[in-house]
DNA sequence: AGTTTACCTG
DNA sequence: CAGGTAAACT
């Protein structure tokens, strides 16, 4: 128990340090000897050993303190020596020091005496074998192990560390070197034992602040952890205190416990050593404090998530605002609840099952009114029920919008939004073909030119606003039709959270709100092709503004219209080729006209319905690409493997702008 | 390294 | 139309 353990833990400081992470708190005055150590390497290393040593004995021999410096330095040395040669070896070595301790005797001076001078003994041997390796550093050992070696008593256990010391040599000589020899001047002698006494006073000085700042830092730390323990129960006795908190964090969000779990178990031990009824005080202060502020930010941001609704034009009737408040005040229910000590079981299972399975159970009811027809043919284009805003959102939220930055999931009561929804699609009827857009006139122009630049939201609930705004108009037919086929909105891989549920909330926006692709954008991809056969991504994105793109939608779309060009393509070169063997010598013979059985193959392709008017350009790029396959074929340049490549750079080039009609989403 | 494209296939 | 791949490009 005495010096074996200091000695021990000087050589394997950081594996001491990082085991004995909880006594380290629980003893604190025992610990303090282990921070000493890492100063034993430096040059006072020599005090931190007396030190440690002077305050392990001094509580039982103060008057053998005189006697135990010069012996005990002796014995550091000696001891460093052997516990560095054999640090290296495993098991034996474990063991060996602590059956030493044992048989070292009761009496502290005798222990440390015997056990010092076999140390010596050994250490003389060691240095007279490797004398020629570090001759200096050993000239004062051979001094201090002359006045001891009488005391050998036990002759098989010296040479039991003695082959120890032969065998791990050559690897340790440079510490034992070292270490004892800077550290032996000054210990061995008494007159500078006072001085260095004082030393040791100050240190341990230093080390006693250093430890209350440690605790204090413990504390503090304990606070913060339990700051975030909601029912924290404080009148519960220290071990059911940490039980309960252990149970707590059991209990809550299972994001939040992997978050705390560690921290919390290492803290639950320093629990036991902190000053409960102190910091305590001082947490559930900060508690308060903390539910304070974190209400105040979800009332901020309820406040602005309903501002900007208002201010964007989308006013929200009593009956939605009703529809809103219930979550609100759930939320802060919960807040509320977290103020108060109650039971601790039962307060996160009631927030879950205020929040989501009310939301489960909308989306079942909305779908029990509106079978879902979502077919799986198309794998990535998915139909949407037209009343259904979220029946099979993938809880996958991700993308906060910049908008709303409400921290928390909205959710509603049914049969209002039920009814709202009812309400349009009473408006305009449950038609959802896409006819009639492009042939409208100018004037028609549902949309502002300033749409480009407008962000996303504000061009969705723009176009919200246009679309029912024209349906009050009483003038559903052709672009009420369209409207309505934003009604059958997809309710694809939904990965916004905050937007797409004020969409949920409000029927209006949620016409414009879609994570995937509907055939319906496809169809205005389609006729989009009409103008831009290489559009770029952000083209994409002007002109899809009730997407949500990611990664994966852009390059769905992107391939969409590689698809396009790919068919594009294959008829130019199939008709071009038809022309040659038909006979036609001169390009300009070919002309594509709307009666061409090439363009009624486009035509049938990317505008089926024929409910489109085609722009003239299509027809001239069309000609031209026709005439460029023609006559690279002529040329025979097909035989080269990449001879269409000059004819895409071509056609690339001949993109139009596209009209400004396709760029809102209530054009779809 | 990531994106875009053409090409091929089903 | 989507998946896969390879090439080209950035």
């Known amino acids: 128990m005495n010096l074996s353990h200091p000695d021990q833990s000087m050589h394997s400081s950081s594996e001491g340090c990082l085991e004995d992470d909880k006594p380290d708190v629980m003893l604190p005055c025992f610990r303090r000897n282990m921070y000493d150590e890492p100063l034993a390497s430096y040059s006072n290393g020599s005090i931190i050993s007396q030190l440690l040593r002077k305050t392990i004995h001094n509580k ?18 000696g001891q460093e020596d052997q516990s560095s040669v054999s ?34 003994r050994a250490r003389v041997e060691n240095i007279i074998r490797v004398m020629a390796g570090s001759p200096n550093s050993r000239q004062h050992g051979d001094s201090e192990r002359s006045d001891t070696d009488a005391r050998d008593t036990r002759e098989a256990r010296e040479a039991y560390r003695e082959n120890k010391r032969k065998q791990r040599l050559p690897q340790h000589q440079e510490h034992s070197v070292g270490g004892p020899a800077s550290r032996r001047p000054g210990s061995s002698n008494s007159d500078n034992c006072n001085t260095k006494d004082e030393e040791c006073h100050k240190l341990k000085e230093q080390l006693h602040s250093m430890q ?88 901020d941001c309820v406040d602005r998530v309903f501002k900007k ?73 998915v ?27 909205f959710s509603y009561s049914t049969p209002l939004h039920d009814t709202q929804i009812l309400e349009h699609l009473l408006k305009y009827g449950p038609h959802s073909n896409f006819g009639g857009l492009p042939c409208m006139p100018p004037s028609m122009d549902r949309t502002s030119p300033d749409s480009v630049d407008l962000p996303w939201d504000a061009i969705a609930m723009r176009s919200k606003v246009t679309s029912s705004h024209l349906g009050h108009h009483g003038r559903p037919s052709a672009l009420g039709a369209v409207t309505v086929d934003n009604l059958c909105l997809p309710h ?35 006729l989009m092709f009409f103008y831009t056969r290489y559009p770029s991504s952000n083209v994409l994105k002007t002109f899809f503004p009730d997407v949500k793109f990611n990664r994966c939608i852009t390059s769905q779309l992107i391939k ?16 071009a080729r038809q022309s040659i063997v038909d006979g036609i010598s001169d390009v300009k013979d070919i002309t594509v006209s709307r009666d061409s059985e090439l363009f009624r193959a486009l035509n049938m392709h990317y505008n089926k319905a024929n409910d489109f008017h085609v722009p003239d350009r299509f027809l001239e790029v069309a000609e031209i690409t026709l005439h460029e396959f023609y006559n690279a074929i002529s040329a025979a340049k097909d035989s080269d493997a990449s001879w269409k490549k000059a004819i895409y750079k071509v056609i690339c080039k001949l993109d139009s702008d596209v009209p400004d009609e396709f760029k809102t989403s209530s054009y779809l």
């Open 60 to 77: 039982r021999a103060l008057e053998e303190s005189h006697f135990y410096l010069s012996s005990s330095t002796a014995a550091d040395s």
């Open 87 to 120: 640090s290296k070896d495993s098991t034996v070595e474990a063991a060996s020091p602590s059956a030493h301790v044992s048989t070292g005797g009761s009496p502290e001076g005798e222990y440390s005496m015997t056990d010092h001078l076999q140390a010596k």
């Open 212 to 299: 209350r700042l440690l605790r204090q830092l413990q504390e503090k730390f304990l606070q913060v952890y339990n700051q975030e323990d909601p029912e924290h129960d404080r009148d519960e006795t220290k071990v059911d205190h940490d039980t309960s908190i252990a149970s707590h964090y059991n209990s809550t969000d299972d994001d939040f416990e992997r978050k705390n779990s560690r921290v919390t178990a290492e803290c639950k031990d320093r629990m036991k050593v902190v000053g409960y009824l102190v910091h305590q005080r001082e947490s559930q202060n900060l508690q308060e404090t903390l539910k304070q502020e974190l209400s105040r930010a979800v009332n």
């Open 309 to 381: 609704v208002s201010a964007t034009g989308l006013e929200l009737s009593p009956q939605q605002r009703m529809c809103s408040s219930p979550e609100i005040q759930i939320n802060m229910g919960v807040d509320r609840k977290s103020q108060q000590a109650g039971s601790t079981q039962e307060q996160p299972q009631a927030e879950e099952a205020s929040v989501k399975p009310r939301s489960l159970e909308y989306y079942e009811s909305s779908e029990a009114k509106s079978p879902q027809d979502q077919t799986e043919a198309l794998s990535l284009v």
């Open 383 to 409: 139909r949407k029920p037209a009343v259904t805003p979220l029946s099979s959102v993938t809880p996958t939220v991700k993308r906060p919008y910049p908008v709303h930055q409400a921290p928390f999931q």
């Open 492 to 526: 694809v891989k939904i990965e916004c959270g905050e937007l797409q549920s004020m969409a949920e909330r409000n029927p209006y926006m949620s016409l414009n709100i879609q994570e995937g692709l509907t055939p319906s954008h496809l169809k205005k991809a389609k």
């Open 560 to 575: 969409w219209f590689s698809n396009f060009r790919e068919f594009y393509y294959i008829q130019m070169e199939k008709f």
